[in-house]
């Protein structure tokens, strides 16, 4: 489990296939301070389990069907990655429950330079369009932010100096992908009236008549 508050931005020194799972090790630092091998860190958003580390490393594997999922078959060495441990219990939850499942990739369609930074529109595919809510939380690349406005089967958030010099979302431009992980409650909700829509009474004009009505 993890908060979306990025603790580190890493940089992926190699990625290599192996089959239907992909290595990679990430160049990094403060993440490493009490890492232990088996322990979750996570990449982009997405949630892996450490297999080897040295003083300024880390490596993990991932399947490629998560990799695909997520857009991170297409990373690149060099690229710079949102790094989070996981949440120990006696930490502050400053962000929101990510689980480092990802749910889509989402691509940004716009960017809108403000006085505190920026505003920066994600689209992502229409059965993912009942997810999210205005005031909602998303987690994008890893990081828990709040949802401004939202519109058909995209929505808006905006980002302060602070996460832009933190995170790797400053480096995005317009027609970039990025990981999304929508909010875990709002998954729940989803789940429960699609069992209630389901479920409904199927009493109509025909089975009234066949029980004497």
Known sequence: M????????????????????ISIAVEAKLILEDLKLGDSIATNGVCLTVTQF??????ADMMCVTAEKSGLN???????????????????LGGHILQGHVDTIGKVIQITPNEDGYLMEVEVEDEFKTQFVAQGSVGLNGVSLTIARVYKNSFTVSLIPETLNRTNLGNLRVGDNLTVEFDILGKYINRYFEFKEDNKSKIDMEFLRKYGF
């Open 2 to 21: 993890f908060t979306g508050i990025v603790e580190e931005i890493g940089t992926l020194k190699r990625f290599e296939r192996q089959g239907k799972k």
């Open 54 to 59: 040295g003083k300024d490393f880390f490596k």
């Open 74 to 92: 297409t990373l690149s060495v060099g690229t710079k990655l949102n790094l989070e441990r996981a949440l120990r219990p006696m930490d502050r």
